[in-house]
């Protein structure tokens, strides 16, 4: 890629940082990593797709964190680390806990801004994005502006946070309704969104190889957050990617199955890009990102615009 990259510099993690939650039955559980220099730093807030926790994601957290990006990660219900049951009387509303999650980051920033040593005054709070893969890319779509559809398709409640400056939705699930799997139908019934309020910058991240158990339709189901929005949103296509886009939920684990060092390296300079861009902190990259991909063909992906 023709990008001009920061200097990598050391990056400092701090866990757990514990948040009281009252009502949730569990405190929140973040983690943090931050840039060992720098000022003024825009923050990531990410959330994990289905079991993972806030340990997870570092191929993409450990390279925001180095170029510059303080990013916050919760351990949302449904992680394998807290191991609720299933008859829990939370797991139908995990879906709720997970966007509330992220909200009690955005107004627990004093806290967490002081429990890491040395981030003291570093922040930018002007310039904060939501990042998620999976069921985590579907939970920061709500606070984009995406609504869950009730069962007579009508919008349900706006969870937008007008906190959230831009987005990067990760392999996240497209509509519901009929294009949803009898498995997916009954299990999951808040999986049927609405994308039309999604005001927000976004770019959407999709595998072409992403074949899902949880829809009837093809690989092209995870680009309607991108098609169906409303806005200024960016589409990245990785070709040959399957649901882990490579590897970007660990180093080396299990889940992988399309592993590939080369585009998971591509995906880490892209998002880093357009949050730059997103976050006006500069637009160059970004431009000549696109411009690259156009102009080379290149054999691992494709962008387009709106």
Do not use: C
């Not at 303080?70 to 351990?75: C, N, Y």
């Amino acid at each position: 890629m023709k990008m001009h990259v920061s200097t990598s510099t050391p990056v400092l993690s701090v866990k757990p940082i514990v948040l009281s939650a009252p009502g949730r039955g569990e405190d929140l559980q973040v983690r943090v990593s931050v840039p060992a220099t720098g000022s003024q730093l825009p923050i990531i807030i990410f959330s994990h797709g289905f079991g993972w926790s806030m340990d997870s994601y570092g191929p993409l957290v450990d390279y925001w964190a180095a170029h510059g990006f303080v990013v916050i990660q919760p351990t949302h219900l449904d992680s394998r680390t807290l191991n609720l049951p299933p008859d829990d009387p939370r797991t139908p509303l995990i879906w709720r806990f997970r966007v509330q999650d992220l909200k009690h980051i955005l107004d627990q920033l004093d806290l967490i801004e002081a429990s890491v040593p040395g981030l003291s005054g570093r922040l930018d709070r002007s310039r904060i994005a939501a990042a998620g893969h999976s069921w985590g890319g579907q939970t920061v779509s709500m606070l984009l502006g995406a609504r869950v559809l009730d069962a007579n398709g009508e919008p349900g409640e706006d969870m937008s946070d007008s906190r959230i400056k831009a987005g990067i939705l990760l392999s996240t699930t497209g509509l519901g309704g009929a294009d949803l799997s009898p498995f997916a139908a009954e299990h999951f019934p808040f999986m049927n969104p609405s994308f039309s309020d999604m005001r927000t910058p976004t770019l959407v991240v999709a595998g072409d190889h992403d074949q899902s158990h949880l829809s009837t339709r093809g690989p092209d189901w995870f680009t309607d957050p991108y098609f169906l929005s409303p806005g200024r949103k960016s589409l990245l296509i990785l070709f040959g990617a399957e649901h882990i886009l490579g590897g970007i939920s660990g180093y080396n684990v299990a889940e992988t199955t399309d592993e590939n060092p080369e585009r998971v390296a591509l995906l880490q300079q892209l998002t880093w890009s357009y949050l730059r861009d997103a976050l006006n902190l500069d637009d160059s990259n970004w431009l000549a990102a696109r411009k690259d991909l156009e102009e080379r063909a290149n054999t691992l992906g494709r962008i387009e615009s709106k």
